[in-house]
């Protein structure tokens, strides 16, 4: 016998005794329901199920199919045993729905999960359906993304998906089953272990959130109380009394339940309610003017949802408006004469982050025990949703004070916690400041930003910075809010604005929305700001009494004059500069190797450089400053070059030592 037929008999060998192994797997299943049968012992052979079956991974997925449809028969064929053993198998069966299939077909592709569906089926309809309704609850709190390992997160996803569909369409079915006088109890136990689910895995894509308010909105539509106890020990006034009481709780929940999911969901996703605006807005503008965006707001199990809660009479539309009534209640903007920046900076903080506890931070799963309340932020995303949707923005009338109300109530404390940022929030926020400021003329806006308090817009533009910070994931949304800062910034008082983005040019620690804010700054330094002259527009308006007719108008003359922004003083620019060559201190490094390049400061510097290019050119800067700046930087940038010459394994750091000497030769023109 040749070497290669000895292996392949060794082969053959092993694959006998496999085979073998896995026959005797089978037929010890059957010969130990036989004897469940015939004992009435059913419990141990929920015992012989678990041995066999808690760990898929002894078998191929061959193995496993043949091995699923070999228990489904015995099951089939002796329903006594479902009854009393269906409980245990749910967390038995769910395992089996992870392989490494990669989610690139339809749900009947995925291995096992035709005969988990089936073996559910058959829970369904002839398990305990009390203890099976109450084992999926649990096993619904227990279940997570990572339960499957994958390298791909939105493989993972799906299987989880696949998961809560199973479970939950389990204890949809045997809550329909249940005999109970107070459903309310039953149906408490869902939501809790569903919104637990949201919660302890979150969403991080729109297709994912679909997934889970299909499930939401199916099993809200199509819920029906369970059926009542055959046998009756009240009297059938009491019974009325019972009924109605449990019918409007229950129907308080289920909106409770659709709201908190919405705004579970929203947690780390947006919407785009400012995207949908902004993009109305373009489209005012020429087309080679437009930017290239796709996006349209359309969610159809959103407007389902929507139609859903209006069908159970939630007034949304309420919701909205006593939201603004309590914002203008909550944050009047007087201050108190004589108190430090920073005591009304911590009062403003510490008010914000309590009524967000109170307000939106609260849980359904926490407040059943004592009161059903439907979520408040999952109300404000579903109106604004129909609103926007439908670009009917002109219904959503917001005030320049009240948005900036509504963007510290909303925003603030997640600056403060992570636990109370919520993405969704931060849209609507968005949204908000947008039409206030493009509802009113400039001039209004100038006037109104003045009446604020500068500590107030300070803290008001931290918040629209936190929110880009937090949006690194969505770049058009991100765009507009940084768009949005700059827009309120150019139109507030100018020492407000210069001090913000001084502050934020020093302090921030994020540097690519630190080379953002740089690109803004240039905005506001370089650009001209148009204003009409207020002394011509108070002469025309002049009027010594009712009876006296108006003067000829004044001579026709230049009433435009142009100033900046931000006006460079020579102690701004000396401010400027101290700044920049901290940034070139913080780009060229020393380490154990010798000089190197901080490649995370690089935009940020970059972004520096260009902005001294503009100032020079309009003759906002002195030679002599940026002649001392460029022998720095130059000389920091040669030592690099010297070092590391010749190394590719440090292309990328010549690379950005190369553009950076680009732009001082700019800069020395």
Not at 189 to 212: D, G, H, Q, R
Not at 222 to 246: F, M, Q, S
Not at 448 to 458: H, Q, Y
Not at 501 to 528: H, I, Q, R, S
């Amino acid at each position: 016998m040749s070497q290669s037929d000895y292996d392949n008999a060794l082969d053959t060998s092993d694959a006998t005794l496999e085979d073998a192994k896995f026959e005797k797997v089978l037929g010890s299943l059957q010969l130990a329901a036989q004897d469940a049968k015939d004992s009435g012992d059913f419990l141990s052979y929920s015992t012989v199920l678990d041995i066999y079956l808690s760990d898929p991974s002894r078998y191929t997925i061959e193995e496993r199919e043949e091995l699923l449809s070999h228990v489904l028969a015995i099951l089939s064929e002796d329903l006594d045993l479902v009854y009393e053993i269906g409980w245990d198998l749910p967390s038995l069966f769910i395992p089996f729905l992870d392989s490494d299939y990669d989610m690139s077909g339809p749900i009947r592709l995925v291995p096992c999960a035709y005969k988990v569906l089936k073996l559910f089926e058959l829970l369904a309809h002839d398990g305990n359906p009390k203890e099976l309704f109450l084992k999926c609850t649990e096993l619904l709190n227990s279940i997570k993304v990572t339960d499957h390992v994958s390298n791909n997160p939105e493989v993972a996803h799906k299987y989880y998906d696949i998961k809560v569909y199973c479970i939950f369409e389990l204890i949809d079915s045997c809550l329909r089953r249940i005999h109970t006088m107070f459903p309310l109890r039953f149906l408490g136990m869902t939501v809790t272990s569903f919104i637990n689910s949201i919660y302890l895995n979150p969403l991080k894509s729109l297709t994912e959130a679909a997934f889970i308010w299909k499930r939401l909105y199916t099993f809200a539509r199509n819920y029906t109380r369970p059926p009542l106890p055959e046998k009756i020990d009240v009297t059938p006034e009491e019974l009325a009394k019972i009924n109605e009481d449990e019918d409007y709780l229950q129907r308080k929940l289920l909106t409770g339940f659709l709201t908190e999911a919405i705004n579970l969901v929203l947690r780390y996703l947006i919407l785009g309610f400012s995207v949908a605006y902004f993009n109305v807005l373009l489209q005012n503008l020429p087309a080679e003017s437009k930017l290239a965006n796709d996006f349209v707001l359309g969610i159809p199990v959103l407007d389902r949802l929507y139609e859903l809660a209006l069908s159970f009479d939630l007034n949304l539309e309420s919701a909205f408006a006593g939201f603004l009534d309590s914002t203008d209640k909550l944050l009047d903007f007087t201050m108190e004469s004589g108190k430090l920046d920073d005591d009304i900076t911590g009062e403003l903080f510490e008010k914000l982050v309590v009524d967000y506890q109170k307000t939106f931070a609260h849980s359904l799963v926490d407040t059943l025990a004592n009161e059903v309340t439907d979520s408040l932020g999952g109300s404000l995303n579903l109106y604004v949703y129909s609103v926007a949707s439908q670009n009917q923005f002109d219904k959503i009338d917001i005030s320049i004070p009240q948005a900036i109300a509504i963007g510290l109530r909303l925003v603030i404390p997640g600056l403060v916690h992570s636990t109370f940022c919520n993405r969704g929030l931060h849209d609507l926020s968005v949204l908000c400041s947008w039409i206030a400021i493009l509802s009113a003329d400039k001039r209004t806006v100038e006037v109104e930003l003045a009446k604020i308090p500068s500590v107030i817009l300070r803290s008001y533009y931290q918040a629209i910075l936190f929110t880009i910070i937090s949006s690194s994931s969505d770049l058009f949304f991100r765009y507009i809010t940084l768009t949005l800062l700059t827009k309120y910034l150019s139109l507030s008082p100018e020492a407000v604005t210069y001090d913000f983005l001084m502050n934020c040019l020093k302090e921030c620690p994020y540097e690519n929305v630190k080379a953002a804010l740089v690109g803004v700054f240039k905005e506001l330094v370089t650009k001209d700001k148009i204003q009409e002259d207020a002394l011509v527009d108070s002469l025309n308006n002049l009027s010594l009494s009712k009876d006296t007719p108006a003067p000829p108008p004044l001579p026709a003359r230049d009433t435009v004059k142009k100033t900046k922004y931000i006006t460079l003083t020579p102690e701004r620019l000396k401010e400027l500069f101290d700044v920049i060559y901290e940034y070139v201190d913080l780009t060229f490094v020393d380490d154990e190797s010798g000089p190197t390049l901080n490649l995370g400061t690089v935009p940020t510097l970059q972004a520096s450089l260009n902005l001294l290019i503009l100032l020079k050119r309009d003759l906002l800067v002195l030679q002599e400053q940026v002649r001392k700046l460029t022998d720095v930087v130059l000389d920091k940038a040669g030592a690099v070059d010297k070092k590391w010459n010749g190394d590719s394994s440090q292309a990328a750091l010549l690379n950005a030592t190369g553009i950076i000497k680009i732009t001082i030769d700019r800069l020395k023109e």
